[in-house]
């Protein structure tokens, strides 16, 4: 009889316990098998969409201030020199109409501010024109590329800018437009002379020159925004140029 009862209380006790279980793995696989769910669509969704948001993304920060159009001084952040590096101005001989005249010239480290551009036809306005191309300059403005000509002198003075920020207009220029670059030591005047698309591979653009130019690009997808393996290019003719007698060293 005792061993009855004690079978009876095992397989009981037995059947609670797979009972028990049993609700245990149905209350788990209820709540997790949702999740595991979402967890696949939202991973389906970020793919699909991934593609999609790199390509409109430069719309989003212009539109949401992903990079700000006012002037800001990167002289204070310039990481690529020590803040009490000295000025470094020189006093440099200029053919002008055939006459020799002496100007001083400000030569910028990379990263100072160096310029500012206008083309008002386009929409171009007071936009800060930083030393270098690298990718954190062109957070703060166009960038002036060091391996063509300092603004002021002979031949091909070349400027670089993103086409979702500071050169969101650069495709509004047009053929006979005035643009300005003004530097501390001297503002120089322009005619754009003409429009050009080339591969990122292409140099000669930006090669030196025996005419005096400005060269201005930014990245090129037949009117959209982003990343780009063109370039679309305007070409400006120098037609004056304007020594200032003192130095402003706050530009």
Known sequence: MSDTVSANQ???STHKHKTSSSRVLRTFTYVLTPFLILVVLCSAVVLVLYKPFREYKPYIDLAFGGASMEVR???TLNKYRDDDAPDQVKEISVDVNGTQETHTIVYP?????YATLNCEAAGMKDIPVYSGTATDVLEYGAGWYN?????GRPGNVVIAGHNHTFFYNLPKCEIGDIVTLETSYCKCTYIVNERVVFHEKDYKYVYPTEDDRLTMYTCWNNGKLGMSEYRLAYICKLENIEWKEEVDKDE
């Open 10 to 12: 095992t397989e009981h």
């Open 147 to 151: 391996g063509s000509v300092y603004i």
């Open 109 to 113: 480290y990379y990263g100072d501010r």
């Open 73 to 75: 001084n990167l002289r």
